[in-house]
């Protein structure tokens, strides 16, 4: 299969953490319509370790839409022009021949870049830390089927847990909001009857520590679900609002025990 | 050297059982002095991290992304098997013992295996206990579909999505080991030599991959839990990442290396179809549930699918394997695959693909019963190849997936070198030549939540270990020669890239050492790869520096250790000189063109010995013993 379109490419370099950024131009000749968006940054790399410079650097890995590693806003939108997919599994016929493609990382306090197009996104793993777990040791479990759960809970609970972690969520809020991530980790755990018993605490301590981390509040406009790669539903985080008001009344009556 | 198996004593279903007990313990409140570095957190490496917290070890674990919940299982579609015989349909540990050896043609650790089995049921129980939100019936209790090579259902699943599931399940274990303190974690760190204190693993070095620098950690046990080494053939379903240097760098210390050409082709994988392609895309073995595997009968039939009628189609596994049929194991699968193209009767613009078929299952539960079971991955399709799955067959055909071979460990898990333990993907020790679907999630779980926290405890208890730290000369000397060993790449200054050499090393490995194998191209394969290595130290571009984030020269250090790693590949294909399982020598063939195995001469593990730089590695064997599951022809007709 030959290559036939012709692209400038801008994009964002940035030495680390601290430097000042800018975009690069590079203009691209023969890329084929099959190719996936970052088997183009790959032929885009080649080029300019060729001409001697140093490659663009940007997170990926899976490249099937899994990890969640791979984090650029394209054009203005994260993971890029097409619905329900990551970058790695954007491809390049979604584009023209001429057109110009503009590539940012993900823009929020809270992600720092380290260089280029990676950020650091190890706020999430701390959200997590803070209780996104149900606290349950190796050895401890009862026969699997001891609880039966309603498929219409154990569904719900499995559409919450689709979430890969990347990000796009804060990225596309203009508040660099986290909620949908944070509620799609408070909504699987608590549609389970295994979760049910750290609910209150779990939903006060990642939303504390949400808010810790810099990320904004939600102001409903729903940038998040649109760029969503898994679809999570806005659904969620009126789930965890409803939640979080429970518990907090709850806790101020000291019903709950919050401590260790 | 000889290779000490450490196997229990008594029969197969009680090896386990004794043999927990007969360890020795560490009493709860001596646990805290003990430290351990855990490298990798997918699977295995997440669920030891965690459950090694829990019992009061420190734990310092280590991954090559920005977050342990990234590791390559998390990719893992179809499911996990277990023995529970929710479906009534005859299974038993017994059963997926059986089945797993035989599965693995013969070439597996019974005692091993069995543990594997026993282990299963519990994986599901913790697993469903931590939120893992499994497939289930309506009644509210857990559903299960069926996979290659058994006859009866034992595969739970959560959705298309069971290795992510089941790896966020064991990365929120970890988290929680992270907030108590008891785990820390190093992300962006790359593992990139193993060191020994008086003979035994004490640490490791690892380049931090935002900053550069070398840093060196010390522990009581090292735990290497870092995958296979399915990159070797530069297109593969791994993610790009994914690579064989912590195991290799251990190999060179003195960790021996077993099986390497156990390798795994799966059968359902999206073909290639152009130069630049990076990875190639698994289509889950769950689909072979649904769907029918055929070609034309007619070579090169220019008509479309659907217009082919039922007697012009040639359902070659239906045909060639009566009572498996679409669900022989994947070796087979795989070979067949690729025999009908070899024959010219493959499909599509490359001619190097077969049909997945869908319409009798979407006659029979419609579009939407279809796309319930397996949505994501008609959707996956679909973006990629800009084709629809529910009008059209799927293309598939085989790529690189899993890699059974990996560092010889025995049945506590521990290397070669004392206080080095494997786990995972990366030992070679449950699946013999050929690995069965829905058995890796099953196996990194059991290694890590269910073995390793009781066999590390073992060697904790009845080994003396001296105080070490990171001042000492073991650990300032390998931390210089992995600095000269950077150096050395980024001063070549070369004219290629380091993925122009990746992807020839690729080529090679993929058209010799792939599904495929003859002395003869085993031979040309390993004359090519040493001088492709030379190549590549006197003419490999590097730009960048160390002391930085630099993609390019991570990339370079892994291919650099593939260039090695192939080498050892092909030799062990060229010295075993049978078929079996994923091991397809094209000299050792039944007349019908199964593999055909000798098991007079190679019932035995192959480990290799490093002996130094341009030094022919040593061979160790290691001899199995079947005692309950019988030597015979392995047969799915």
């Known amino acids: 299969m030959s290559g036939n379109m012709n692209l400038t490419i801008k994009v964002w370099r940035q030495k680390d953490a601290q430097a000042r950024g800018s975009f690069e131009t590079v203009k691209l000749s023969n890329i084929c319509p099959d190719m996936s968006f970052l088997e183009m940054l790959d032929v885009m790399n080649e080029q300019l370790m060729k001409d001697g410079k140093e490659a663009f650097a940007f997170d990926h890995d899976c490249r099937e839409g899994i990890c969640g590693m791979c984090s650029l806003v394209i054009n203005g939108l994260p993971h890029g022009p097409d619905d329900l997919i990551t970058v790695c599994q954007l491809h390049m016929r979604k584009f023209k021949d001429g057109d110009t493609i503009v590539i940012e990382p993900w823009r929020a306090s809270a992600f720092p870049v380290l260089r280029d197009c990676v950020v650091d996104r190890t706020a999430f793993d701390r959200i997590i830390q803070a209780g996104g777990f149900i606290s349950i040791n190796t050895g401890n479990a009862p026969p699997a089927n001891t609880l039966p759960v309603p498929k219409v809970n154990s569904d719900h609970s499995f559409d919450a847990a689709a979430c890969i972690g990347c990000g796009a969520c804060v990225a596309a809020c203009k508040n660099a909001s986290a909620m949908l991530f944070v509620s799609a980790k408070v909504s699987q755990l608590s549609y389970l009857p295994q979760g049910k018993p750290e609910a209150q605490k779990r939903v006060l301590a990642m939303v504390e520590q949400m808010d810790k981390e810099g990320f904004g509040n939600c102001t409903n406009l729903y940038e998040c679900e649109a760029v969503c790669p898994k679809g999570i539903s806005v659904e969620f985080i009126a789930k965890m609002n409803r939640e979080y008001a429970c518990a907090t009344a709850l806790y101020a009556e000291k019903v709950y025990d919050t401590s260790g | ?637």
């Open chain 2, 1 to 637: 050297m000889k290779l000490e198996a450490n196997i229990p004593g008594g029969p197969v279903t009680e090896k386990w059982e004794r043999h927990k007990f007969e360890l020795k313990q560490v009493n709860p409140a001596n646990k805290r002095k003990f430290t351990v570095i855990v490298v990798g957190t997918g699977l295995a490496g997440a669920s030891a991290a965690a459950s090694l917290g829990e019992l009061g070890y420190n734990v310092k674990a280590f991954c090559i992304q920005d977050s342990p919940r990234r590791a390559h299982s998390i990719a893992a579609q179809g499911g996990i098997n277990a023995a529970h015989n929710y479906p009534n349909d005859g299974d038993s540990v017994y059963r997926l013992f059986y089945d797993t050896v035989k599965g693995g043609d013969f070439r597996a650790r019974e005692a091993n295996v069995h543990r594997l089995a026993e282990c299963s049921n519990l994986i599901i129980d913790h697993c469903v206990a931590q939120g893992v939100p499994f497939g289930r019936e309506y009644g509210g209790l857990l559903d299960n579909r069926s996979f290659g090579g058994a006859q009866v259902s034992r595969t739970f699943y959560a959705r298309g999505q069971t290795g992510q599931q089941l790896l966020l399940g064991a990365y929120q274990a970890m988290m929680r080991q992270v907030s108590k303190g008891s785990v820390k974690m190093y992300a962006r760190r790359e593992m990139l030599d193993l060191v020994l204190v008086g003979g035994k693993a004490r640490g490791i070095v690892v380049r931090n991959l935002v900053s550069g620098e070398l840093e060196c950690h010390e522990a009581d046990a090292v735990c290497i839990a870092t995958g296979g080494y399915g990159n070797v053939f530069y297109l593969s379903t791994n993610a790009k990442g994914c690579n064989v240097g912590a195991m290799w760098r251990a190999h060179k210390r003195g960790a021996l290396l077993a099986n390497p050409c156990y390798t795994q082709i799966h059968p359902t994988c999206i073909p290639v179809t152009g130069d630049y392609q990076s990875k190639l895309t698994l289509m889950s073995e769950s689909l072979r549930n649904d769907g029918r595997v055929w070609v034309p009968r007619k070579g090169g039939d220019p008509r479309k699918p659907s217009d082919i009628p039922e007697s012009e189609r040639y359902y070659f596994l239906e045909e060639k394997y009566p009572s498996f049929g679409n669900l022989v194991p994947r070796d087979v699968a795989s070979r067949n695959s690729k025999m009908v193209c070899d024959n010219g009767l493959g499909v599509g613009s490359s001619k190097r693909a077969v049909y997945l078929d869908f319409a009798d299952a979407i006659k029979r539960v419609g579009e939407s019963g279809v796309s319930a079971k397996y949505g994501n991955l008609f959707q996956m399709y679909e973006k990629i190849t800009d084709e629809n799955p529910y009008k059209n067959p799927m293309r598939i055909y085989p790529a690189s997936h899993y890699t059974m071979g990996g560092l010889w460990v025995d049945y506590n898990l521990m290397s070669t070198v004392p206080g080095c333990f494997v786990l995972g993907e990366a030992n070679f020790s449950d699946h013999g030549a050929n690995r069965l679907g829905a058995s890796a999630l099953m196996q990194g779980l059991a290694d890590g939540y269910f073995v390793i926290p009781y066999t590390i405890g073992g060697y904790f208890a009845g080994t003396k270990l001296e105080k070490v730290d990171t001042s000492q000369a073991e650990f300032v000397d390998a931390a210089k020669s992995t600095k000269a060993f950077i150096d050395r790449l980024l001063n070549i200054n070369g004219k290629k890239t380091v993925t122009e050499f990746h992807r020839e090393l690729g080529h090679i490995t993929w058209d010799n050492v792939g599904m495929g194998r003859n002395k003869a191209g085993l031979e040309k394969a390993i004359s090519e790869i040493v001088s492709l290595r030379e190549e590549f130290w006197k003419n490999v571009k590097v730009p960048g520096s160390n002391d930085s984030f630099n993609q390019t020269l991570e990339n370079a250090i892994r291919v650099a250790d593939f260039l090695e790693f192939g080498e050892l590949l092909a030799r062990d294909a060229l010295y075993r000189e049978e078929s079996c399982g994923g091991h397809f020598r094209d000299e050792h063939q039944t007349p019908e063109g199964e593999a055909k195995r000798d098991d007079e001469k190679f019932c035995h593990v192959a480990a290799w010995e490093w002996k130094g730089d341009n030094k022919s590695h040593e061979l160790n064997k290691e001899n199995l013993e079947f005692e309950n599951v019988h030597l015979i022809t392995r047969s799915y007709k």
